[in-house]
């Protein structure tokens, strides 16, 4: 699922190519994406786009009218900048955004469509699908070890839960807390005050460095190979690699639509997180699936 860094690239990207210029068409090519009624999607049609924004996973793009266009791209859903009226052909292709310039098409992979869109009308309902947690660039320590001390999760949960942090799912998760050197089953209400500094910083620097990467890259042309897994990252998607810390093998651990990866000997203090307790504190920690943890709000 494409996570904070992921979708400030697309912003980046977006910003360059859609500002100022106006909605000409919105093509569906599946019903089952749109997920509101009113207002109707072909209101925004020749209103010209104001901003893009970021909520929490979400890329909302603001048009004349106070108008919105919220996407949400789950774990397979992708942009792509094509030629102005590009087709929309194959399974994949769920809709395109015309523009003078170009076509934004957003294609998702696999059976499973997950990916939606909703039209929203003013700030107020755009606030609404927020789900609620903390942009950790605009947050201290303070503020930050509050909102993850307000229920007493895993790391590895309380990271990607969007009531809690925004923007943070599986991927970065798994790179930050590699950079804290804290177990990702380690509860909230036992971090010490070193521990938590750690956390705070290992977050802010792994997500900065990742924003500034692909920012980069998004300067040069549209963000095309959107992935979870990275070449350079430490940990996440390299199980059976050697950590690029220590040398040991990177393991695994596995629950539901999750994965988790970490380094035994840098996170865990060498216990390796595969026995029965683990799974019985996953059950109990964790949503069964995606689509159910990207529903959580603050109450």
Same mark, same amino acid.
């Given at each position: 699922m494409p996570e904070l860094p992921d979708i400030a690239a697309y912003i980046t990207a977006l910003e360059q190519r859609i500002v100022g210029q106006p909605i000409e068409h919105v093509r569906l090519a599946s019903p089952f994406l749109l997920r509101t009624v009113q207002p109707p999607v072909a209101d925004v049609e020749g209103r010209t786009v104001r901003e893009v924004r970021r909520i929490g996973k979400r890329i909302a793009?603001?048009? &004349?009218?106070?108008?919105?266009?919220?996407?949400? @791209?789950m774990i397979a859903g992708r942009l792509h900048w094509k030629p102005p009226q590009a087709k929309l052909a194959g399974r994949k292709?769920?809709?395109?955004?015309d523009f003078p310039t170009g076509s934004l098409v957003l294609t998702e992979a696999g059976t499973k469509h997950r990916a939606s869109l909703s039209v929203l009308a003013g700030d107020e309902a755009l606030q609404a699908v927020d789900p609620g947690g903390i942009d950790v660039f605009t947050s201290d320590l303070e503020s930050f070890r509050d909102a993850l001390?307000?229920?007493?999760?895993? @790391? =590895?949960?309380?990271?990607?839960?969007?009531?809690?942090?925004?923007?943070?799912?599986?991927?970065?998760s798994d790179e930050i807390l590699h950079a804290a050197q804290l177990s990702p089953v380690t509860l909230t209400h036992k971090l010490q005050?070193?521990?938590?500094?750690? @956390?705070?910083?290992?977050t802010r620097d792994t997500? =900065?460095?990742?924003?500034?990467?692909?920012?980069? &890259?998004a300067e040069s042309g549209f963000p095309e190979k959107v992935t979870a897994f990275r070449k350079d990252m430490a940990v996440h998607g390299r199980y059976g690699e050697p950590c690029l810390r220590c040398g040991e093998k990177i393991l695994r651990v596995r629950y539901a639509d999750n994965e988790t990866n970490y380094c035994a000997r840098c996170q865990t203090g060498g216990k390796v997180l595969?026995?029965?307790?683990?799974?019985r504190l996953l059950r109990s920690d964790?949503?069964?699936?995606?689509?159910?943890l990207e529903a959580l709000k603050r109450r």
């Amino acid at each position: 699922m494409p996570e904070l860094p992921d979708i400030a690239a697309y912003i980046t990207a977006l910003e360059q190519r859609i500002v100022g210029q106006p909605i000409e068409h919105v093509r569906l090519a599946s019903p089952f994406l749109l997920r509101t009624v009113q207002p109707p999607v072909a209101d925004v049609e020749g209103r010209t786009v104001r901003e893009v924004r970021r909520i929490g996973k979400r890329i909302a793009i603001g048009v &004349e009218g106070d108008l919105w266009l919220v996407l949400h @791209l789950m774990i397979a859903g992708r942009l792509h900048w094509k030629p102005p009226q590009a087709k929309l052909a194959g399974r994949k292709s769920l809709a395109a955004f015309d523009f003078p310039t170009g076509s934004l098409v957003l294609t998702e992979a696999g059976t499973k469509h997950r990916a939606s869109l909703s039209v929203l009308a003013g700030d107020e309902a755009l606030q609404a699908v927020d789900p609620g947690g903390i942009d950790v660039f605009t947050s201290d320590l303070e503020s930050f070890r509050d909102a993850l001390m307000v229920e007493n999760r895993t @790391l =590895k949960r309380a990271l990607t839960d969007p009531r809690i942090v925004s923007g943070i799912g599986n991927a970065y998760s798994d790179e930050i807390l590699h950079a804290a050197q804290l177990s990702p089953v380690t509860l909230t209400h036992k971090l010490q005050p070193e521990e938590w500094q750690r @956390l705070f910083t290992a977050t802010r620097d792994t997500l =900065k460095l990742w924003i500034d990467r692909l920012h980069s &890259e998004a300067e040069s042309g549209f963000p095309e190979k959107v992935t979870a897994f990275r070449k350079d990252m430490a940990v996440h998607g390299r199980y059976g690699e050697p950590c690029l810390r220590c040398g040991e093998k990177i393991l695994r651990v596995r629950y539901a639509d999750n994965e988790t990866n970490y380094c035994a000997r840098c996170q865990t203090g060498g216990k390796v997180l595969a026995d029965r307790s683990l799974s019985r504190l996953l059950r109990s920690d964790w949503p069964r699936t995606l689509e159910a943890l990207e529903a959580l709000k603050r109450r």
